[in-house]
């Protein structure tokens, strides 16, 4: 026993020592410090810099490891977390906001005279706002368009793809694009998706949702949500105009440029792909590319997935005041500008993505394509959260089933059936277990049966 507490003491020091090594530097004198827990995106550091140019009275640094909520959570509450942190959706903010981590900058952009909520994408809204308060500013804003290489279309006599369209219309398109070797195989898709994020707008774009509109109960096996996810798998295994897991694989042994729908697309295994304008990220990096950018297709809604990223202050932070003013910052037109420049999404406010310099950067005179990001944004809803359910509970719940649709051994119908039961089972579980939600539950649910 008494090796295995010396064991435990020898290993909680070395523990104690990685943290002292990888910790920030101290800040140089005459300067406030802020730590700023967010992911190592080489677009932060432009984005800090240009901060600390602004406002030479902080020394602002990045704090790759602390992400993830538990870890935000769990740090602050022990005195040592970042001074700012970034927030992902609306389950995480109600998160930090039920811990008492965030804090609320209602007032003080009221004060600025800043409206948040008219002023940034609706997409963005579940990041920031929550029972009508603000505790946070957008970081970027994104909805997902239709990428094409312009030389492969060329090549093959067709037309560029141009929006609005229909997926009827799309798969006219992508059937043409698709290129196979001289065994018949294909090697060229006509089109490259993220399953895990993008089943969600086949969903909307059918008529479903996720839950409905107060929360208290999961949706998704509605005959809408259904027909959306049966035809996104149907893409893969009756219209075979995308690859599925197995053929991801094979594409991506077979080149240094790694999986992933952005990646594959880039090396041009498909013809297009359904992403966002942040894969400029990636792409711009790689020679060769000719890319060209059409709003996606749509189906019984006009509609598209909006998402993106928000930063948050820390209320058990001592500078929160001085953290404050990188909220205040990103409202900013540098730091909006910087965004639309760097093509980290688009910018968080509206208004810096109605600018001739959005749609035509000097810099980058063959992305002609900018127009298309803002109209997918201004037809984008967000991502749907529920508060009487532990999000990333049910996102594994969604992910379990959903991959079991991708493989082509559950039917959507049945898949979303079990995932529907499972998420209202978490419901009712966590209701049961919380008294505030409880009340705030049977309010809305007067008068209805359990889900």
Same mark, same amino acid.
């Given at each position: 026993?008494?090796?295995?507490?010396?064991?435990?003491?020898?290993?909680?020091?070395?523990?104690?020592?990685?943290?002292?090594?990888?910790?920030? =530097?101290?800040?140089?004198? *005459?300067?406030?410090?802020?730590?700023?827990?967010?992911?190592?995106?080489?677009?932060?550091?432009?984005?800090?810099?240009?901060?600390?140019?602004?406002?030479?009275?902080?020394?602002?640094?990045?704090?790759?490891?602390?992400?993830?909520?538990?870890?935000?959570?769990?740090?602050?509450?022990?005195?040592?977390?970042?001074? %700012?942190?970034?927030?992902?959706?609306?389950?995480?903010?109600?998160?930090?906001?039920?811990s008492g981590l965030a804090w609320d900058v209602t007032?003080?952009? +009221?004060?600025?005279?800043?409206?948040?909520?008219?002023? $940034?994408?609706?997409?963005?809204?579940?990041?920031?706002?929550?029972?009508?308060?603000?505790?946070?500013?957008?970081?970027?804003?994104?909805?997902?368009?239709?990428?094409?290489?312009?030389?492969?279309?060329?090549?093959?006599? $067709?037309?560029?793809?141009?929006?609005?369209?229909?997926?009827?219309?799309?798969?006219?398109?992508?059937?043409?694009?698709?290129?196979?070797?001289?065994?018949?195989?294909?090697?060229?898709?006509?089109?490259?998706?993220?399953?895990?994020?993008?089943?969600?707008?086949?969903?909307?774009?059918?008529?479903?949702?996720?839950?409905?509109?107060?929360?208290?109960?999961?949706?998704?096996?509605?005959?809408?949500?259904?027909?959306?996810?049966?035809?996104?798998?149907?893409?893969?295994?009756?219209?075979?105009?995308?690859?599925? =897991? $197995?053929?991801?694989?094979?594409?991506?042994?077979?080149?240094?440029?790694?999986?992933?729908?952005?990646?594959?697309?880039?090396?041009?295994?498909?013809?297009?792909?359904? *992403?966002?304008?942040?894969?400029?990220?990636?792409?711009?990096?790689?020679?060769?590319?000719?890319?060209g950018a059409c709003e996606a297709p749509h189906a019984?809604?006009?509609?598209?997935?909006?998402?993106?990223?928000?930063?948050?202050?820390?209320?058990?932070?001592?500078?929160?005041?001085?953290?404050?003013?990188? %909220?205040?910052?990103?409202?900013?037109? =540098?730091?909006? +500008?910087?965004?639309?420049?760097?093509?980290?999404?688009?910018?968080?406010?509206?208004?810096?993505?109605?600018?001739?310099?959005?749609?035509?950067?000097?810099?980058?005179?063959?992305?002609?394509?900018?127009?298309?990001?803002?109209?997918? %944004?201004?037809?984008?809803?967000?991502?749907? $959260?529920?508060?009487?359910?532990?999000?990333?509970?049910?996102?594994?719940?969604?992910?379990?089933?959903?991959?079991?649709v991708r493989a082509n051994v559950k039917r959507p119908?049945?898949?979303?059936?079990?995932?529907?039961?499972?998420?209202?089972?978490?419901? +009712?579980?966590?209701? +049961?277990?919380?008294?505030? %939600?409880?009340?705030?539950?049977?309010?809305?649910?007067?008068?209805?049966?359990?889900?």
């Open positions: 026993m008494k090796s295995l507490f010396l064991a435990i003491l020898a290993g909680l020091a070395a523990l104690s020592a990685v943290a002292w090594r990888i910790q920030p =530097p101290p800040a140089p004198p *005459g300067k406030i410090p802020l730590v700023w827990a967010s992911d190592d995106n080489p677009t932060r550091r432009d984005q800090m810099a240009l901060f600390r140019q602004l406002h030479p009275l902080y020394d602002l640094r990045l704090d790759p490891n602390t992400l993830g909520m538990e870890k935000v959570i769990v740090q602050s509450l022990a005195g040592v977390g970042p001074d %700012l942190f970034d927030c992902y959706d609306g389950f995480q903010l109600s998160a930090y906001v039920t007032d003080r952009f +009221r004060q600025l005279g800043i409206d948040v909520k008219r002023a $940034v994408w609706p997409a963005t809204h579940p990041n920031i706002l929550h029972d009508g308060r603000v505790y946070g500013f957008p970081t970027n804003a994104a909805a997902d368009a239709i990428w094409f290489h312009k030389d492969l279309f060329r090549a093959e006599g $067709v037309p560029f793809p141009r929006g609005p369209w229909r997926w009827d219309q799309f798969l006219e398109t992508a059937r043409r694009m698709i290129k196979r070797d001289a065994r018949g195989r294909i090697v060229r898709y006509g089109l490259m998706a993220d399953w895990d994020q993008q089943w969600q707008q086949f969903v909307v774009q059918w008529g479903g949702r996720i839950y409905t509109p107060d929360g208290t109960r999961c949706i998704v096996d509605s005959p809408e949500a259904v027909a959306g996810v049966q035809f996104f798998q149907d893409l893969i295994y009756r219209h075979k105009v995308m690859p599925g =897991p $197995v053929e991801e694989a094979a594409m991506a042994s077979q080149g240094g440029w790694g999986a992933g729908a952005m990646t594959l697309f880039g090396a041009k295994k498909g013809a297009m792909a359904l *992403g966002g304008r942040w894969w400029l990220n990636l792409l711009r990096s790689y020679e060769g590319l000719h890319l019984v809604r006009r509609v598209f997935r909006g998402y993106g990223r928000a930063t948050l202050v820390n209320s058990h932070s001592p500078r929160r005041e001085h953290a404050f003013q990188f %909220l205040r910052y990103m409202a900013g037109e =540098p730091y909006n +500008r910087l965004v639309n420049h760097q093509a980290d999404a688009v910018s968080p406010v509206i208004r810096f993505a109605y600018t001739p310099e959005f749609l035509h950067d000097p810099d980058y005179p063959e992305e002609d394509y900018n127009e298309v990001w803002r109209e997918a %944004l201004a037809r984008a809803i967000p991502t749907e $959260v529920s508060p009487f359910v532990n999000g990333q509970r049910a996102q594994r719940i969604l992910k379990k089933q959903l991959d079991q119908a049945d898949a979303l059936r079990d995932a529907a039961r499972q998420i209202n089972q978490e419901i +009712r579980e966590t209701v +049961r277990g919380n008294p505030s %939600l409880r009340a705030r539950y049977e309010a809305l649910t007067r008068g209805r049966s359990a889900p």
